[in-house]
């Protein structure tokens, strides 16, 4: 095949592929602040806000370190995150003022994220907002 069919051949090609949008990875690095709800395992639910930073540490893992607070308590939690989509993001927090640990899930959408957290002792979920 001479170049100019060559040219031909593939100029069309390129063009297709570079009007496909790319899919972009969620921005979640940087302070994201929110509120929600927690549900202690024998207690009453109670209202929290956090606020939150996120740093990437490699490409698919994000650490987390948040300060929150209730009305009876301030404590912070750190975390990692591993980027499981685009806008997803499951990891593990630990708290070591009170010896807990548990499960995140994020769901990143644009400017907001959504924020579910299990433990041995409770479960609560939480929106945020980025900052």
């Not at 109670?46 to 540490?57: A, D, F, G, P």
């Given at each position: 095949m001479n170049m100019r069919k060559l040219l031909l051949?593939?100029?069309?090609?390129?063009?297709?592929?570079?009007t496909v949008p790319a899919m972009a990875a969620s921005d979640i690095e940087g302070t994201w602040s929110g509120s929600g709800t927690a549900q202690p395992k024998n207690g009453k639910s109670?209202?929290?806000?956090?606020?939150?930073?996120?740093?990437?540490?490699s490409?698919?893992?994000?650490?987390v370190n948040a300060l929150c607070a209730t009305s009876s308590n301030k404590f912070r939690q750190t975390g990692s995150l591993l980027q499981v989509n685009d806008n997803?993001?499951?990891?593990?927090?630990?708290?070591?003022?009170?010896?807990?640990?548990?499960?995140?899930?994020?769901?990143?959408?644009?400017?907001?994220?959504?924020?579910?957290?299990?433990?041995?002792?409770?479960?609560?979920?939480?929106?945020?907002?980025?900052?």
């Open positions: 051949f593939v100029a069309p090609l390129a063009l297709a592929v570079s109670e209202s929290i806000r956090c606020k939150v930073t996120y740093r990437r540490e490409p698919k893992v994000v650490g997803r993001f499951v990891g593990d927090f630990h708290n070591s003022q009170f010896d807990v640990s548990g499960r995140l899930n994020v769901t990143v959408s644009g400017s907001s994220q959504s924020v579910s957290f299990t433990s041995p002792r409770g479960t609560g979920n939480m929106s945020l907002r980025k900052q």
